[in-house]
């Protein structure tokens, strides 16, 4: 959810501002590595999503008594999951160099 938050004359006490800073470019910079570190707390979760799916594909039995994980469904279902997880890892790398 985006929103809108407005000051008007607001006065900030020297003890309150960023120790050097020069206008929003400085309070926004910190923003710009919070982004990457964000992205990647994202890939970390999409990797757990992932390993926990593929771990229980293996357990879960249905049908026949075979793991779903021998299913072709389910195996096209988790190689998509893993290459595009691949790929963001490869865009947040992209992004960080």
Same mark, same amino acid.
């Not at 707390?41 to 970390?44: D, S």
């Given at each position: 959810?985006t929103? &809108?938050? &407005?000051?008007a004359?607001? %006065?900030?006490?020297?003890s309150? %501002?960023?120790?050097?800073?020069?206008?929003?470019?400085?309070a926004?910079?910190?923003?710009?590595?919070?982004?990457?570190?964000?992205?990647w707390?994202?890939?970390?979760a999409?990797?757990?999503?992932?390993? &926990?799916? %593929?771990?229980?594909?293996?357990?879960?039995?249905?049908?026949?008594g075979?793991?779903?994980?021998? =299913?072709q469904?389910?195996?096209?279902?988790?190689?998509?999951?893993? &290459?595009e997880?691949?790929?963001?890892?490869?865009?947040?790398l =992209?992004?960080g160099?």
């Open positions: 959810m929103s &809108t938050l &407005t000051f004359d607001c %006065r900030v006490a020297e309150g %501002r960023l120790p050097g800073a020069r206008g929003l470019k400085s926004l910079a910190c923003l710009s590595q919070a982004r990457f570190g964000i992205g707390g994202a890939i970390g999409a990797m757990d999503c992932y390993e &926990t799916a %593929r771990r229980y594909a293996g357990i879960r039995k249905q049908f026949d075979k793991p779903i994980a021998s =299913h469904l389910v195996q096209e279902k988790l190689a998509w999951m893993i &290459t997880i691949t790929k963001a890892q490869l865009l947040a =992209h992004a160099g």
